[in-house]
């Protein structure tokens, strides 16, 4: 019998998210094993999913009370022996569940909405519950977990997260000689704390004004 597997692709259009599950799809799909995999994508993202993998279709949107109860029964009529959900949102179903949680931010640096870390604490404890397997992406990230939630640490696998075979390729990408720098990957967002890092460039370049910051990973307002 073959096991059914679910997966949440719904965010496989965003940053860092997106990523982790572009590449847990390309990965599992190589592994050429006996497991049937459906992906819950918008039907906008099927050229990012694996030929061979079954596609449900839904506009529901991430991140929402109602989707909780509306994205429950998609999962249910799949009819699957496991549901992965690769964020804190898990559906309300009688599917055995795992989970991916990246880190612990909003309980070191809560939202300034009171409603919205509210929301993402209460998400992430039920995440922890309800799983029956938790993973993280680093040991580090495992510890501020289980200090943040209530939540056994045994349960939590540790299991990083890959690399790109395209950083492996001679055609992969590369940079031109941009001199001494700091490099930062990441998408704009407060959290990010991009500000305070171009702080520190400012006194840097007091002593050496050809050193810059190097932001890949979307449009910034400094990025001059």
């Known amino acids: 019998v073959r096991i059914r597997i679910g997966i949440d692709a719904r965010l496989i259009r965003a940053y860092g998210i997106g990523s982790y599950v572009r590449g847990l799809l390309r990965g599992l799909a190589s592994l050429g094993g006996d497991e049937e995999y459906v992906v819950f994508a918008r039907p906008d993202a099927r ?7 079954a596609v449900v279709e839904t506009e529901l949107p991430p991140y929402s009370i109602r989707e909780l109860p509306l994205f429950g029964r998609l999962v249910d009529r799949a009819r699957l022996d496991l549901f992965h959900a690769p964020h804190f949102t898990i559906p309300w179903t009688g599917t055995r569940v795992v989970a991916t949680l990246y880190d612990a931010i909003p309980f070191h640096y809560p939202l300034r909405n009171p409603v ?3 929301y993402i604490a209460f998400m992430m404890q039920r995440a922890a519950v309800r799983a029956e397997r938790i993973f993280a992406i680093s040991h580090a990230a495992k510890r501020d977990l289980v200090g943040a939630l209530d939540c056994d640490p045994g349960k939590i696998a540790v299991i990083p997260i890959g ?10 990408p590369h940079a031109t000689d941009l001199g001494r720098y700091f490099l930062f990957v990441g998408r704009v967002a407060r959290h990010k704390n991009i500000e305070t890092l171009l702080d520190a460039l400012a006194i840097v ?4 004004p ?3 910051v190097v932001l890949a990973g979307g449009e910034h307002p400094s990025r001059e």
């Open 47 to 53: 050229s990012l999913i694996p030929e061979r993998f």
């Open 163 to 172: 690399v790109d075979d395209m950083f492996f390729r001679a055609d992969g």
């Open 205 to 208: 370049r007091r002593r050496d």
């Open 210 to 212: 050809s050193i810059r």
């Open 116 to 118: 919205a870390f509210s």
